[in-house]
């Protein structure tokens, strides 16, 4: 083979198939490149000898404008078969230029995209070994990429708002969190807190995945302040649950001491009680051990203290059962009882009431004590009603009193004498005034005379 006179290197030269050209062919279809060598190119072959040639060496050369360059050789063919196989090459570059124009039409593709895919097929297309039109690929190519320079510029400038919105925005998450992080944190609620930070970082992970990629320096800026930020609210909070961790084995400890010593207490039964009490104050005091210890300690110390209350309960309930006999024999006393209202001889209710109470006690205690509490409420009541009456009758029979009472009506009946003469005289003597004095003092008088008795 012999050296053309193209700059470009020789193809290698295949051995294709004879293939008969057709006429007129269809324009590429949108479905792809045509990969075969061996298909028929989609130009007609007096469309091809419009732009190649073949000399008689085999060297094909295609004309650009008034000159003509050598594109490779096809030494082993006829002339047609030569066009033929270099015009497909033509036909690969021209769905590719085709490609590039639908897709632009179309819209939705990324313009900086389709310049630079329309730069690397302009490179093809200079200086292509192939035959057809290229003068008229390369402006279309320039054509399309002009057409896109607008847009473009556009997509450049939405790119420019959409990184300073995204750095707006991750701005804001480094913000939120050294706010937390700015917090007096010995006072804050850790899982609030924990639960803010985590939901910040999770929209930090949702930014970079999903938002627009930034510059790396101005990433690496945000994300150190972000990370400062977590970072200082989780050495306080490890702190702070190290601190809890003490206190809770703090806590734990005495709480089971307490626990030991409370089931110590289940041989004294119910004469344990009160030492229970005592403890359960203690464990009051005691803080915070953590849920599950807490549980299981309480589940303990509550055990104990139960087999205390159920040796009270037995033994409330032998008792109440030995005080049935005599919460019968008081009942009986309280029947017995109401005749103490029915007799009309204070001495004689008396008397009667005083027997009964000495039998009352002779009963004995009774349980439970709401029982006994009951019993001698009723008959408190009777106790009191009886002493109400004694009440009266020593007012009224009182010696001193009596004795009270006759002086006082002696020395009414007196100023009553000495009123009524006074009012006489003054009638006589035709005073009004001093008759209306008399008369209304000599009526106060004969009022309280009449109080007496008199």
Known sequence: MSATESSKPTPPVPTPPAVPMPRKLAAPAPAGPVPPAAAAPTTSLEEIRTWGRVSEDGTVEVREGDSWRAVGQYPDGTPDEALAYYARKYDDLAFKVRTLEQRHQAGGASASDLVKQATRVLDEVTDAAA????????????????????????????????????????????ERAEAIAARDLSKVQWKQV??????????????QQNGPRLSKGVSQQLWKRFRDARATVDKHRRAFYAEL??????????????????????????????????????????????????????????????????????????????SAPK???????LEEAKAVADEPNIKRARALLTGIQRRWDEVGRIFPREKER??????RVIEQALKAREDVDWKNNNPETKARANDMSSQLVEAIEKLEAELAAATAAGDEKAAKAAADALEARRSW??????
């Not at 924990?194 to 930014?207: D, G, K, R, V």
């Not at 003490?246 to 344990?272: F, Q, S």
């Open 374 to 379: 009951a019993l001698d409420d009723r008959l």
């Open 245 to 322: 961790d003490e206190a809770h084995k703090a806590a734990r400890d005495a709480k089971a001491r307490l626990v030991e010593r409370a089931e110590a207490l289940a041989p004294r039964g119910v004469d344990g009680i009160p030492a229970y009490r005592a403890l359960l104050d203690e464990w009051k005091t005691a803080g915070r051990a953590g849920r599950k210890a807490d549980d299981a300690l309480w589940a303990r110390f509550k055990a104990a203290g139960d087999a205390l209350y159920a040796a009270r309960a037995e033994q409330a309930a032998a008792e109440e059962a030995d």
């Open 449 to 454: 005379l009449s109080a007496l008795g008199g």
């Open 194 to 207: 924990t639960a803010e930070l985590n939901e910040l970082f999770e929209q930090w992970q949702a930014h």
């Open 131 to 174: 035959v057809g039109d290229l003068a008229g690929l390369r402006e279309r190519l320039n054509a399309l990429t002009e057409a896109l320079s607008e847009a473009t510029a556009q997509e450049a400038q939405q790119a420019k708002e959409l990184q300073e919105k995204a750095i707006a925005e991750r701005t804001e998450l480094v």
């Open 327 to 333: 919460i019968e024999a008081r009942e009986a006393l």
